[in-house]
Protein backbone atom coordinates (compact mmCIF):
# COMPACT_ATOMS: atom_id res chain seq x y z
CA UNK A 1 0.00 0.00 0.00
CA UNK A 2 1.52 3.82 -0.81
CA UNK A 3 1.20 4.53 2.51
CA UNK A 4 2.82 1.86 4.31
CA UNK A 5 6.82 2.97 4.40
CA UNK A 6 9.41 2.02 7.07
CA UNK A 7 11.89 4.10 9.08
CA UNK A 8 15.19 5.31 7.73
CA UNK A 9 18.14 3.28 9.18
CA UNK A 10 19.84 5.65 11.22
CA UNK A 11 23.66 6.30 10.45
CA UNK A 12 26.71 4.43 12.78
CA UNK A 13 28.87 6.53 11.37
CA UNK A 14 29.75 10.13 11.27
CA UNK A 15 29.14 12.35 8.63
CA UNK A 16 31.63 14.41 6.15
CA UNK A 17 34.53 13.53 7.96
CA UNK A 18 33.26 15.27 11.82
CA UNK A 19 34.29 14.21 15.09
CA UNK A 20 31.70 11.59 16.77
CA UNK A 21 29.08 14.01 18.05
CA UNK A 22 30.37 17.31 16.51
CA UNK A 23 28.14 19.38 14.31
CA UNK A 24 29.57 19.88 10.95
CA UNK A 25 30.85 23.38 10.44
CA UNK A 26 31.97 25.99 7.88
CA UNK A 27 34.27 29.22 8.19
CA UNK A 28 34.72 32.19 5.46
CA UNK A 29 37.15 34.70 6.36
CA UNK A 30 38.04 37.88 4.17
CA UNK A 31 36.35 36.64 0.96
CA UNK A 32 34.66 38.83 -1.65
CA UNK A 33 32.04 40.82 0.68
CA UNK A 34 32.15 38.57 3.33
CA UNK A 35 34.45 39.20 6.71
CA UNK A 36 33.89 36.42 8.90
CA UNK A 37 31.24 33.95 8.71
CA UNK A 38 30.94 30.95 10.88
CA UNK A 39 28.24 28.47 10.47
CA UNK A 40 27.51 25.24 12.59
CA UNK A 41 24.79 23.14 11.01
CA UNK A 42 22.13 21.07 12.50
CA UNK A 43 19.97 18.69 10.39
CA UNK A 44 18.34 21.08 9.44
CA UNK A 45 20.09 24.66 8.63
CA UNK A 46 18.46 28.02 7.40
CA UNK A 47 20.65 31.20 6.55
CA UNK A 48 18.94 34.61 6.63
CA UNK A 49 20.44 37.32 5.86
CA UNK A 50 19.88 40.88 3.46
CA UNK A 51 20.35 40.99 -0.19
CA UNK A 52 23.97 40.77 -0.62
CA UNK A 53 25.19 39.20 2.46
CA UNK A 54 27.26 36.27 0.83
CA UNK A 55 24.17 33.57 1.79
CA UNK A 56 24.56 31.95 -2.13
CA UNK A 57 28.83 32.60 -1.42
CA UNK A 58 28.65 30.55 1.82
CA UNK A 59 26.72 27.74 -0.04
CA UNK A 60 28.52 27.11 -2.72
CA UNK A 61 31.92 26.95 -0.43
CA UNK A 62 29.99 24.03 1.46
CA UNK A 63 29.09 22.70 -1.75
CA UNK A 64 33.14 23.18 -2.88
CA UNK A 65 34.35 22.05 0.05
CA UNK A 66 32.50 18.48 0.27
CA UNK A 67 32.40 18.04 -3.75
CA UNK A 68 35.28 19.62 -4.46
CA UNK A 69 36.60 16.60 -7.08
CA UNK A 70 33.51 16.33 -8.42
CA UNK A 71 33.01 19.98 -9.45
CA UNK A 72 36.73 20.07 -11.27
CA UNK A 73 35.23 16.73 -12.90
CA UNK A 74 32.45 18.19 -14.51
CA UNK A 75 34.38 21.57 -15.51
CA UNK A 76 37.28 19.26 -16.90
CA UNK A 77 34.54 17.39 -18.79
CA UNK A 78 33.10 20.60 -20.68
CA UNK A 79 36.57 21.27 -21.72
CA UNK A 80 36.76 24.21 -19.01
CA UNK A 81 40.23 23.86 -17.01
CA UNK A 82 42.96 26.56 -15.67
CA UNK A 83 46.22 26.85 -14.91
CA UNK A 84 45.68 29.77 -12.39
CA UNK A 85 44.49 28.15 -9.13
CA UNK A 86 42.84 31.30 -8.74
CA UNK A 87 40.97 30.72 -12.02
CA UNK A 88 39.17 28.09 -10.47
CA UNK A 89 37.08 30.15 -8.33
CA UNK A 90 35.74 32.06 -11.77
CA UNK A 91 34.90 28.56 -12.89
CA UNK A 92 32.95 27.56 -9.55
CA UNK A 93 31.78 30.93 -8.37
CA UNK A 94 31.17 32.36 -11.84
CA UNK A 95 33.50 34.72 -13.82
CA UNK A 96 34.91 37.66 -11.90
CA UNK A 97 34.88 36.20 -8.63
CA UNK A 98 38.62 35.09 -8.65
CA UNK A 99 39.27 38.65 -7.34
CA UNK A 100 37.20 37.85 -4.41
CA UNK A 101 39.81 35.38 -3.34
CA UNK A 102 42.32 37.49 -1.16
CA UNK A 103 46.10 36.85 0.39
CA UNK A 104 44.03 36.76 3.63
CA UNK A 105 41.41 34.59 2.50
CA UNK A 106 40.86 31.40 4.45
CA UNK A 107 37.90 28.72 4.26
CA UNK A 108 37.64 25.86 6.92
CA UNK A 109 35.12 23.04 6.55
CA UNK A 110 35.61 20.81 9.89
CA UNK A 111 38.68 22.44 11.00
CA UNK A 112 40.10 21.64 7.98
CA UNK A 113 41.52 23.77 5.33
CA UNK A 114 40.29 24.63 2.11
CA UNK A 115 43.10 25.34 -0.23
CA UNK A 116 42.86 26.09 -3.97
CA UNK A 117 45.04 23.70 -5.05
CA UNK A 118 43.26 21.16 -2.56
CA UNK A 119 39.69 21.65 -3.62
CA UNK A 120 40.63 19.20 -7.15
CA UNK A 121 41.30 16.35 -4.15
CA UNK A 122 38.60 16.89 -1.87
CA UNK A 123 36.20 14.11 -2.62
CA UNK A 124 35.97 10.69 -4.26
CA UNK A 125 34.29 12.55 -7.17
CA UNK A 126 30.75 11.60 -6.31
CA UNK A 127 27.75 13.77 -5.69
CA UNK A 128 26.96 14.33 -1.92
CA UNK A 129 25.73 17.70 -2.02
CA UNK A 130 22.61 18.25 -4.03
CA UNK A 131 22.61 22.09 -5.13
CA UNK A 132 19.43 23.47 -5.92
CA UNK A 133 20.08 26.93 -6.60
CA UNK A 134 18.11 30.45 -7.13
CA UNK A 135 16.56 31.42 -10.06
CA UNK A 136 16.12 27.67 -11.61
CA UNK A 137 13.07 28.48 -13.61
CA UNK A 138 15.48 30.27 -15.86
CA UNK A 139 17.69 27.29 -16.37
CA UNK A 140 14.77 26.35 -18.68
CA UNK A 141 14.57 27.60 -21.54
CA UNK A 142 11.28 27.08 -24.12
CA UNK A 143 10.08 24.51 -21.90
CA UNK A 144 13.13 22.65 -21.42
CA UNK A 145 16.74 22.62 -19.25
CA UNK A 146 19.90 23.46 -20.89
CA UNK A 147 23.05 21.05 -20.56
CA UNK A 148 26.42 21.99 -18.35
CA UNK A 149 28.20 22.69 -21.64
CA UNK A 150 25.54 24.71 -22.68
CA UNK A 151 25.15 27.43 -20.19
CA UNK A 152 28.76 29.86 -19.89
CA UNK A 153 31.40 30.14 -16.90
CA UNK A 154 28.94 33.27 -15.57
CA UNK A 155 27.06 30.73 -14.18
CA UNK A 156 27.82 29.39 -11.14
CA UNK A 157 28.83 25.52 -11.46
CA UNK A 158 26.21 24.93 -9.32
CA UNK A 159 23.58 26.11 -11.61
CA UNK A 160 25.07 24.26 -14.54
CA UNK A 161 25.15 20.56 -12.26
CA UNK A 162 21.22 21.37 -11.52
CA UNK A 163 20.23 22.37 -15.53
CA UNK A 164 22.24 19.29 -16.35
CA UNK A 165 20.44 16.90 -13.52
CA UNK A 166 17.11 18.05 -15.50
CA UNK A 167 18.16 17.62 -18.69
CA UNK A 168 19.19 14.24 -18.08
CA UNK A 169 15.52 13.37 -16.43
CA UNK A 170 14.05 15.15 -19.23
CA UNK A 171 15.93 13.26 -21.86
CA UNK A 172 15.69 10.02 -20.43
CA UNK A 173 12.27 10.01 -20.06
CA UNK A 174 9.22 9.18 -22.90
CA UNK A 175 6.55 11.43 -22.72
CA UNK A 176 4.20 11.73 -20.40
CA UNK A 177 3.34 12.88 -16.84
CA UNK A 178 5.71 14.77 -14.26
CA UNK A 179 2.59 15.79 -11.74
CA UNK A 180 1.04 13.69 -10.49
CA UNK A 181 2.52 10.73 -10.16
CA UNK A 182 1.24 8.04 -7.82
CA UNK A 183 4.74 6.81 -6.35
CA UNK A 184 6.90 9.32 -5.81
CA UNK A 185 5.03 11.81 -3.72
CA UNK A 186 2.39 10.94 -0.69
CA UNK A 187 -0.83 11.32 -0.97
CA UNK A 188 -0.95 14.16 1.05
CA UNK A 189 1.99 15.92 -0.61
CA UNK A 190 -0.10 15.75 -3.68
CA UNK A 191 -2.66 16.92 -2.68
CA UNK A 192 -1.68 19.96 -1.24
CA UNK A 193 0.85 20.70 -3.70
CA UNK A 194 -1.90 20.62 -6.62
CA UNK A 195 -4.45 22.87 -4.22
CA UNK A 196 -1.54 24.96 -3.82
CA UNK A 197 0.15 25.06 -6.94
CA UNK A 198 -1.32 23.57 -10.23
CA UNK A 199 -4.99 23.66 -9.32
CA UNK A 200 -5.80 20.55 -11.12
CA UNK A 201 -3.38 20.90 -13.72
CA UNK A 202 -1.30 17.86 -15.03
CA UNK A 203 2.36 18.53 -15.45
CA UNK A 204 3.69 16.27 -18.64
CA UNK A 205 6.60 16.29 -20.99
CA UNK A 206 5.12 16.32 -24.39
CA UNK A 207 6.41 16.25 -27.67
CA UNK A 208 4.80 18.16 -30.79
CA UNK A 209 6.43 19.19 -33.67
CA UNK A 210 9.31 16.57 -32.85
CA UNK A 211 10.84 18.59 -30.17
CA UNK A 212 9.87 17.35 -26.31
CA UNK A 213 8.42 20.41 -23.92
CA UNK A 214 7.30 20.86 -20.66
CA UNK A 215 3.52 21.63 -20.93
CA UNK A 216 0.78 22.47 -18.14
CA UNK A 217 -2.57 20.77 -18.76
CA UNK A 218 -5.61 21.88 -17.67
CA UNK A 219 -9.13 20.05 -19.98
CA UNK A 220 -8.43 20.64 -23.62
CA UNK A 221 -5.83 23.49 -23.02
CA UNK A 222 -2.12 22.50 -22.68
CA UNK A 223 0.24 25.96 -21.67
CA UNK A 224 3.72 25.98 -22.63
CA UNK A 225 6.32 26.81 -19.69
CA UNK A 226 6.68 30.48 -20.04
CA UNK A 227 2.55 30.83 -19.84
CA UNK A 228 2.44 29.41 -16.31
CA UNK A 229 2.07 31.75 -13.42
CA UNK A 230 5.76 32.73 -11.75
CA UNK A 231 4.73 30.28 -8.83
CA UNK A 232 4.72 27.50 -10.84
CA UNK A 233 7.45 28.29 -13.15
CA UNK A 234 9.80 28.59 -9.71
CA UNK A 235 8.05 25.41 -8.11
CA UNK A 236 8.69 23.17 -11.11
CA UNK A 237 11.92 22.40 -11.30
CA UNK A 238 12.07 22.65 -7.67
CA UNK A 239 9.50 19.74 -7.51
CA UNK A 240 11.83 18.24 -10.49
CA UNK A 241 14.58 18.42 -8.04
CA UNK A 242 13.14 17.09 -4.75
CA UNK A 243 12.26 13.89 -7.34
CA UNK A 244 15.36 13.08 -7.55
CA UNK A 245 16.26 13.03 -3.61
CA UNK A 246 13.43 10.93 -3.66
CA UNK A 247 13.90 7.55 -5.28
CA UNK A 248 11.34 4.58 -5.73
CA UNK A 249 9.57 3.91 -2.57
CA UNK A 250 11.52 0.85 -0.84
CA UNK A 251 14.53 3.02 -1.57
CA UNK A 252 14.21 6.11 1.22
CA UNK A 253 17.40 8.51 -0.28
CA UNK A 254 19.74 8.49 -2.75
CA UNK A 255 22.79 6.27 -1.53
CA UNK A 256 25.59 9.10 -1.52
CA UNK A 257 24.15 11.98 -1.18
CA UNK A 258 24.36 13.46 2.27
CA UNK A 259 23.44 17.01 2.22
CA UNK A 260 20.81 18.77 -0.09
CA UNK A 261 21.37 22.97 -0.48
CA UNK A 262 18.39 24.68 -1.22
CA UNK A 263 18.29 28.39 -2.30
CA UNK A 264 15.15 30.62 -1.62
CA UNK A 265 12.51 28.17 -2.25
CA UNK A 266 10.20 31.28 -1.91
CA UNK A 267 10.84 32.29 -4.82
CA UNK A 268 7.12 32.72 -6.86
CA UNK A 269 5.05 30.72 -4.10
CA UNK A 270 2.18 31.99 -2.14
CA UNK A 271 2.62 31.01 1.78
CA UNK A 272 0.00 28.02 1.31
CA UNK A 273 3.00 26.31 -1.16
CA UNK A 274 6.01 27.37 0.48
CA UNK A 275 4.25 25.40 3.87
CA UNK A 276 4.02 22.34 1.36
CA UNK A 277 7.03 22.50 0.66
CA UNK A 278 8.33 22.78 4.49
CA UNK A 279 6.70 19.91 4.47
CA UNK A 280 8.42 18.08 2.01
CA UNK A 281 11.99 19.49 3.38
CA UNK A 282 10.56 17.21 6.68
CA UNK A 283 10.39 13.94 4.43
CA UNK A 284 14.17 14.86 3.27
CA UNK A 285 14.89 14.72 7.24
CA UNK A 286 13.44 11.81 8.06
CA UNK A 287 15.36 10.09 5.19
CA UNK A 288 18.24 10.86 6.68
CA UNK A 289 19.25 14.39 4.31
CA UNK A 290 20.93 16.97 5.94
CA UNK A 291 19.19 19.94 4.79
CA UNK A 292 20.75 24.17 4.34
CA UNK A 293 18.30 26.69 2.89
CA UNK A 294 18.76 30.24 2.33
CA UNK A 295 15.33 31.94 2.84
CA UNK A 296 14.20 35.75 2.62
CA UNK A 297 10.54 34.19 3.97
CA UNK A 298 9.50 34.59 7.87
CA UNK A 299 6.89 31.54 6.99
CA UNK A 300 10.08 29.25 6.65
CA UNK A 301 11.13 30.68 10.12
CA UNK A 302 7.79 30.46 11.81
CA UNK A 303 7.86 26.68 11.08
CA UNK A 304 11.57 26.19 12.55
CA UNK A 305 10.30 28.19 15.23
CA UNK A 306 7.52 25.89 15.73
CA UNK A 307 9.16 22.89 15.25
CA UNK A 308 11.97 23.98 18.46
CA UNK A 309 9.21 24.57 20.57
CA UNK A 310 7.15 21.60 20.52
CA UNK A 311 10.96 19.64 20.47
CA UNK A 312 11.21 21.21 23.52
CA UNK A 313 8.05 20.85 25.13
CA UNK A 314 8.04 16.84 24.17
CA UNK A 315 4.75 17.67 22.20
CA UNK A 316 3.20 14.79 20.44
CA UNK A 317 3.46 13.75 16.56
CA UNK A 318 -0.06 14.60 15.73
CA UNK A 319 0.54 18.77 16.37
CA UNK A 320 3.13 18.72 13.78
CA UNK A 321 0.57 17.02 11.37
CA UNK A 322 -1.90 19.26 12.57
CA UNK A 323 -0.08 22.34 12.13
CA UNK A 324 0.75 21.62 8.30
CA UNK A 325 -3.18 20.61 8.00
CA UNK A 326 -2.15 16.82 7.01
CA UNK A 327 -3.94 13.72 7.88
CA UNK A 328 -2.53 11.99 10.96
CA UNK A 329 -1.58 8.19 8.52
CA UNK A 330 1.41 6.20 9.69
CA UNK A 331 3.15 7.76 7.04
CA UNK A 332 3.15 11.13 8.52
CA UNK A 333 3.81 10.16 11.37
CA UNK A 334 6.79 8.38 11.17
CA UNK A 335 8.13 11.84 9.00
CA UNK A 336 6.60 13.26 11.83
CA UNK A 337 8.54 11.99 14.47
CA UNK A 338 11.82 12.30 12.72
CA UNK A 339 10.89 16.29 12.78
CA UNK A 340 10.77 16.42 16.61
CA UNK A 341 13.99 14.52 16.94
CA UNK A 342 16.04 16.90 14.66
CA UNK A 343 18.54 19.45 15.75
CA UNK A 344 17.33 23.17 13.24
CA UNK A 345 19.99 25.55 13.38
CA UNK A 346 19.29 29.50 11.98
CA UNK A 347 22.62 31.72 10.93
CA UNK A 348 22.14 35.51 10.52
CA UNK A 349 24.74 36.78 8.08
CA UNK A 350 24.76 40.81 8.04
CA UNK A 351 26.62 43.88 7.37
CA UNK A 352 28.85 45.75 9.53
CA UNK A 353 29.63 49.18 10.23
CA UNK A 354 32.42 48.51 7.90
CA UNK A 355 30.49 47.36 5.13
CA UNK A 356 31.73 43.36 5.31
CA UNK A 357 29.71 40.78 6.37
CA UNK A 358 29.89 38.34 9.23
CA UNK A 359 27.90 35.84 10.64
CA UNK A 360 25.30 35.42 14.23
CA UNK A 361 23.66 32.53 15.69
CA UNK A 362 19.92 33.31 16.55
CA UNK A 363 18.73 29.31 16.38
CA UNK A 364 16.80 30.45 19.29
CA UNK A 365 14.57 32.31 17.74
CA UNK A 366 13.38 34.12 20.71
CA UNK A 367 11.47 37.64 20.17
CA UNK A 368 11.82 38.69 23.51
CA UNK A 369 16.03 38.51 23.05
CA UNK A 370 17.84 41.61 23.23
CA UNK A 371 19.84 41.35 20.42
CA UNK A 372 17.17 42.56 17.37
CA UNK A 373 18.80 40.09 14.76
CA UNK A 374 17.67 37.46 17.13
CA UNK A 375 14.29 39.04 18.39
CA UNK A 376 13.98 40.33 14.40
CA UNK A 377 14.90 37.21 13.18
CA UNK A 378 17.24 38.55 10.89
CA UNK A 379 14.91 41.70 10.00
CA UNK A 380 12.24 39.40 8.69
CA UNK A 381 9.37 40.61 11.52
CA UNK A 382 10.97 43.27 12.63
CA UNK A 383 8.98 45.09 10.10
CA UNK A 384 5.30 43.68 11.22
CA UNK A 385 6.61 45.31 14.92
CA UNK A 386 6.91 48.53 13.32
CA UNK A 387 3.83 48.62 11.13
CA UNK A 388 1.86 47.33 14.39
CA UNK A 389 3.59 50.05 16.51
CA UNK A 390 2.72 52.71 13.99
CA UNK A 391 -1.16 51.36 14.23
CA UNK A 392 -0.85 51.37 18.25
CA UNK A 393 0.67 54.85 17.90
CA UNK A 394 -2.26 56.20 15.52
CA UNK A 395 -4.81 55.31 18.19
CA UNK A 396 -2.91 56.43 21.09
CA UNK A 397 -3.34 59.89 19.19
CA UNK A 398 -6.88 59.08 18.30
CA UNK A 399 -7.86 58.99 21.79
CA UNK A 400 -5.80 61.51 23.18
CA UNK A 401 -6.50 63.99 20.46
Not at 77 to 98: E, H, Y
Not at 377 to 384: K, N, P, Q, R, V
Not at 387 to 395: N, P, T, W
Request: charged share 25%; net charge neutral; hydrophobic share 40%.
Amino acid sequence: PEETVTAPVQEQAPRNGSAVGAAPSLSIQQFAQIADVNIEFGDLTVLVGAQGTGKSIALEWLKTAVDGKQLVTELERAGQTSRDPKGLIDLIFGVGMASAYRAETSVRFNGKLVTLTGIKKIGDGAERVFFIPAHRSMLISDGWAAPFQKLTADTPVVARLFSQNLYDRFSSRQTGPLFPLNKVLKKAYRDLIDGAVFHGGTVAIEEREHAKRLRLTHGDSALPFMTWTAGQREFTPLLLGLYHLLPPRRILKQPHIEWVVIEEPEMGLHPQALTVFVLLVLDLLWRGYRVVLSTHSPVVLTAIWMLRRLKENGASWRLVCDAFDVKRTQALQLVAEAALQKSYRVSLLEFGDDAMVRSKDISSLDPDAEDEGESGWGGLTAFSSRFGDAVRKSFNERRDG
